[in-house]
Nanobody, 122 residues
Framework: QVQLVESGGGLVQAGGSLRLSCAPS????????MGWYRQAPGKQRELVAS???????YYADSVKGRFTMSRDNAKNAVYLQMNSLKPEDTAVYYCNANLWPILGGAPLYDYWGQGTQVTVSS
């Protein structure tokens, strides 16, 4: 069964940077559109950024100008570059994707990764 594999989380000081990656396991699905969400303790999950199949991007106001989402279709991966991190960016970050079958079959909609912890210390 395909999984969305996330990496790149960790602990960083305020003002620092991290880059998150998300890619489907195996080689049977490609990423169509994807979003990065985050959930801080006691808060609802929120959309941080998204990218369409044509690489159009959306950013929440709270991260605009600091975060950049990009995709590498050759590597079948999507990235979230996070700069100028703030303590309020601390959360578990999840990727969510619509996956297209490469060899035929049904697409997978609203597919979630397992989450990666980002902690920003002050």
């Amino acid at each position: 069964q395909v999984q969305l594999v996330e990496s790149g989380g960790g602990l960083v000081q305020a003002g620092g940077s991290l880059r998150l990656s998300c890619a489907p396991s195996g080689s049977t699905f490609s990423i169509n559109a994807m979003g990065w969400y985050r959930q801080a303790p006691g808060k609802q999950r929120e959309l941080v950024a998204s990218i369409s199949s044509s690489s159009s991007t959306y950013y929440a106001d709270s991260v605009k100008g600091r975060f950049t989402m990009s995709r590498d279709n050759a590597k079948n991966a999507v990235y979230l570059q996070m700069n100028s991190l703030k303590p309020e960016d601390t959360a578990v970050y999840y990727c969510n994707a619509n996956l297209w079958p490469i060899l035929g079959g049904a697409p997978l909609y609203d597919y979630w990764g397992q989450g990666t912890q980002v902690t920003v210390s002050s």
